[in-house]
């Protein structure tokens, strides 16, 4: 069984610029939730999809958004980027989201602004 | 008062040794707990979940939940070099907290032969 599956592994890009971040689920699984990892604020909630929609938000700018696709595949997106936006961005698949099932985490997308 | 505190490290232990986990957390109505492993460079990977009071065991790691103390703990027997990593405390509020997961800051173990 295939598990979570996150593309592209690293990306370097420029201040000012946008980026796109993919996250293929586990099969069957339909929640997909999006964190950020930095060394000095550790692992922070971004949001939470759950069949094509975003049912929970965490205490970020406008600048980060995402979407889910039918197939529960999803993307998130960070515009105007900014240097502190470099961090490590792992998405994790869950069956449903609820509080009772577990989560399990891609390998994660390095991205570094410059 | 962080959400999620875990004890801060980091924490060394001998070969063969218990290493002891320790995780708070402030919202009384927290669920589900959950202990991740994260290798240096790596994403975290699940290794214990627990949502009721009592102790849960599965293989040489034990975790234990005192929800009237809001405490959860992670024991892991006879541990190995393998095990040095960061270990991540998570906890789900319930209620509407869809797929949210507030993660402490993290305790570095190394195990030494």
């Known amino acids: 069984k295939a598990g979570v599956t996150q593309t592209p592994r690293y990306l370097i890009k420029t201040r000012g610029q946008q980026v796109t971040l993919s996250c293929s689920p586990i099969?069957?699984?339909?929640?997909v939730s999006w964190y950020q990892q930095t060394p000095g604020q550790g692992l922070q909630f971004l949001f939470e999809?759950?069949?094509?929609?975003?049912?929970n938000k965490g205490n970020f700018p406008g600048r980060f958004s995402g979407r889910q696709f039918s197939n529960s595949r999803s993307e998130m997106n960070v515009s105007t980027l900014e240097l502190g936006d470099s961090a490590l961005y792992l998405c994790?698949?869950?069956?449903?989201?609820?509080?009772?099932?577990?989560?399990?985490f891609g390998q994660g997308t390095r991205l570094t602004v410059v | 008062q962080k959400e999620v505190e875990q004890n801060s490290g980091p924490l060394s232990v001998p070969e063969g040794a218990i290493a002891s986990l320790n995780c708070t957390y402030s919202?009384?109505?927290?669920?589900?707990f959950f202990w991740y492993r994260q290798y240096s460079g790596k994403s975290p990977e699940l290794i214990m979940f627990?949502?009721?009071?009592g102790d849960k065991e599965d293989g040489r790691f034990t975790a234990q939940l005192n929800k009237a103390s809001q405490y959860v703990s992670l024991l892991i027997r006879d541990s190995q070099p393998s095990d040095s990593a960061t270990y991540l405390c998570?906890?789900?509020?319930?209620?509407?907290?869809?797929?949210?997961?507030?993660f402490g800051q993290g305790t570095i173990l190394t195990v030494h032969p």
């Open positions: 994790a698949s869950s069956l449903a989201g609820l509080g009772n099932t577990e989560a399990f």
């Open positions: 099969s069957g699984h339909r929640s």
């Open positions: 999809y759950f069949s094509e929609t975003q049912r």
């Open positions: 919202d009384r109505g927290s669920q589900s």
């Open positions: 627990i949502y009721s009071n």
């Open positions: 998570a906890v789900n509020p319930g209620g509407t907290s869809y797929g949210k997961l507030t």
